[in-house]
Antibody, heavy 120, light 112 residues
Framework: EVQLVESGGGLVQPGGSLKLSCAAS????????MHWVRQSSGKGLEWVGR??????????AFAASVRGRFTISRDDSKNTAYLQMNSLKTEDTAVYYCTREAVPDAFDIWGQGTMVTVSS | QSALTQPASVSGSPGQSITISCTGT?????????VSWYQQHPGKAPKLIIYEVSNRPSGVSNRFSGSKSGNTASLSISGLQAEDEADYYC????????????FGTGTKVTVL
């Protein structure tokens, strides 16, 4: 079965850190660009960032709202992508989804999401 | 970079057709054929229903169709069914310096 499973969400204080994981199965993870998208409660979707495949030098890119605070990495031997979130702000509170970019610039597989709450 | 603009809500009766617009700029929708659409039911993850403006992934009903004219993309749903009641988001690649992809504001589709 093709799927993505996120984990690692939780409650963290402002200024804290959290690392999310995204475990993939059922497809060739190593050849896929992986993205993170978040959704605040009752709000729309917001692209967070992405990491490309080894063939594309594991290049990363981020939305300006998280640039310099978030990093993305991957371990192709474990079929897992990671989102490291530092210097968290209350406005980072959201459900975080990992998703696969299959066809160019469209996201065809999504995880179930993991909730991140930044609050004191 | 602002979100792409969608109507907040669209409604229709079963069997009818509806269209959702998605308005961007020449930096995103108007300059790239990388517009995609996603359906999201409450508490669920988004589901890809249209990619590259008008292509449907395998398994997606042909009642869903997409198009684009200038800076505006559109999603049409024909033969509206109760199961189509959901939130719909457009997305586009963007040449903005602040992000690579921009999503729409989202449209709530209600089947009357």
């Amino acid at each position: 079965e093709v799927q993505l499973v996120e984990s690692g969400g939780g409650l963290v204080q402002p200024g804290g850190s959290l690392k999310l994981s995204c475990a993939a199965s059922g497809f060739t993870f190593s050849g896929s660009a992986m993205h993170w998208v978040r959704q605040s409660s009752g709000k729309g979707l917001e692209w967070v960032g992405r990491i490309r495949s080894k063939a594309n030098s594991y290049a990363t890119a981020f939305a300006a709202s998280v640039r310099g605070r978030f990093t993305i990495s991957r371990d192709d031997s474990k079929n897992t992508a990671y989102l490291q979130m530092n210097s968290l702000k209350t406005e980072d509170t959201a459900v975080y989804y990992c998703t696969r970019e299959a066809v160019p610039d469209a996201f065809d597989i999504w995880g179930q999401g993991t909730m991140v709450t930044v609050s004191s | 970079q602002s979100a792409l603009t969608q109507p907040a809500s669209v409604s229709g009766s079963p069997g009818q057709s509806i269209t959702i617009s998605c308005t961007g700029t020449s930096s995103d929708v108007g300059n790239y054929d990388y517009v995609s659409w996603y359906q999201q039911h409450p508490g669920k993850a988004p589901k890809l229903i249209i990619y590259e403006v008008s292509n449907r992934p395998s398994g997606v009903s042909n009642r869903f169709s997409g198009s684009k004219s200038g800076n505006t993309a559109s999603l049409s749903i024909s033969g509206l069914q109760a199961e189509d009641e959901a939130d719909y988001y457009c997305s586009s690649y963007t040449s903005s310096s602040t992000l690579d992809y921009v999503f729409g504001t989202g449209t709530k589709v209600t089947v009357l």
